[in-house]
């Protein structure tokens, strides 16, 4: 049972754009947040940005706010990252997940998808 999948992941140059999807399942609709995470080779995963899917309420990681930004089309079950000014440091495993509260903490969420790989160059 697929019940989120992520998409938009590529390849930039510096300063590029890219907009990732997740979709989930309609089992997943009734979880209060939606969360986009990233982890590089080497690194802990990272909580990047949320969404309550109630209210709309978003909360971005300091080293993202500002160039990236998180939406959803609950109608089309679809929570999208867009994401501008892209540096190398972003490069990275993206990955979307659920849970029952607003934040970025990993720990909190309960479902997560398989990640589409970003990668920017200089």
């Known amino acids: 049972q697929v019940q989120l999948v992520e998409s938009?992941?590529?390849s930039v140059q510096t300063g590029g754009s890219l907009r990732l999807s997740c979709v989930?399942?309609?089992n997943i609709r009734s979880s209060a947040c939606m969360g986009w995470f990233r982890q590089a080779p080497g690194k802990e995963r990272e909580g990047i940005a949320a969404i309550?899917?109630?209210d709309?309420?978003?909360y971005y990681a300091y080293s993202v706010k500002g160039r990236f930004t998180i939406s959803q089309d609950y109608a089309k079950n679809t929570v999208f990252l867009q994401m501008m000014d892209l540096k190398p440091e972003d490069s990275a495993m993206y990955y979307c997940a659920a849970a029952e509260w607003l934040t970025?903490?990993?720990h909190e969420y309960n479902t997560?998808?398989?990640g589409t790989q970003?990668?920017?160059s200089s």
């Open 8 to 10: 938009g992941g590529g």
């Open 24 to 26: 989930f399942s309609d």
């Open 52 to 54: 309550d899917t109630g």
């Open 56 to 58: 709309g309420s978003t």
């Open 104 to 106: 970025l903490l990993a």
């Open 112 to 114: 997560w998808g398989q």
């Open 118 to 120: 970003v990668t920017v």
